[in-house]
């Protein structure tokens, strides 16, 4: 995967971030029945056009997007608590951008109203545009082969559960939502082949 930096994240953060979430998550969990897990994010889980609208998810998006515009404004999204955690991340799929993490909404539970983690892409300019959101769960048994505590948001299953991408990161599920950015592969997908680094 190529990456470019174009913001300077905290060195640690994002494990400390992450290792908090996995100690809520795995104090909160029970034991878990093992079922079929689904593959990595860019695999397996449907993002095409069938994911574009659910049931009630158009109204809860539109209002995420709306109660999510401050955030257009960087400055308002680290006066909030998010912080740079990445570097804008590309792949051979397409783009994630930079990622933002308020390490209090990741340890709690995934909240549609309160997304963990801003998705911002560099400009031309040198700022940064708001691209979307993501949501973040930390996956209660560490078990790569069981999902029985798969999230879902806005009728919308989470990907995962996925290997930390990150040696500090736990096993994980996470959901992206483009609500700035048209995403042709789908609102939910994982990566947007329109976005660049």
């Known amino acids: 995967m190529n990456r470019t930096t174009h913001t300077t994240p905290r060195p640690g953060l994002l494990r400390l971030a992450v290792a908090s979430t996995l100690g809520v998550a795995l104090l909160a969990a029970s034991a878990v029945a093992g ?5 990595h994010d860019a695999e397996a889980t449907p993002t095409g056009s069938s994911a574009h609208s659910r049931d009630g998810a158009g109204a ?3 209002a995420l997007k709306k109660s999510l515009a401050v955030y257009q404004d960087v400055t ?3 006066a909030a608590g998010f912080i740079p955690v990445s570097e804008c991340t590309v792949s051979d799929a ?3 951008g930079v990622h933002y993490l308020n390490p209090a909404l990741a340890a709690q539970a995934p909240d549609p109203a309160r ?3 801003l998705l911002y892409a560099p400009t031309s300019t040198g700022g940064l545009r708001l691209l979307g959101a993501e949501w973040f769960q930390a996956d209660a048994d560490q078990d790569l082969s069981t999902d ?3 999230p879902s948001l806005f009728g919308q299953p ?3 559960p996925m ?3 990150d040696p500090m990161m736990p096993v994980h599920y996470d959901l992206h939502v483009w609500l700035y950015d048209s995403n042709p592969d789908g609102v939910f997908a994982p990566w947007n082949p329109s976005v660049h680094c």
């Open 35 to 39: 079922v079929p897990a689904m593959a």
């Open 60 to 62: 809860q998006l539109a």
């Open 76 to 78: 308002a999204a680290t």
């Open 94 to 96: 397409g783009g994630m």
């Open 115 to 117: 997304p963990a983690i």
């Open 148 to 150: 029985a505590d798969r």
């Open 158 to 160: 989470f990907n995962g």
């Open 163 to 165: 290997a930390g991408h």
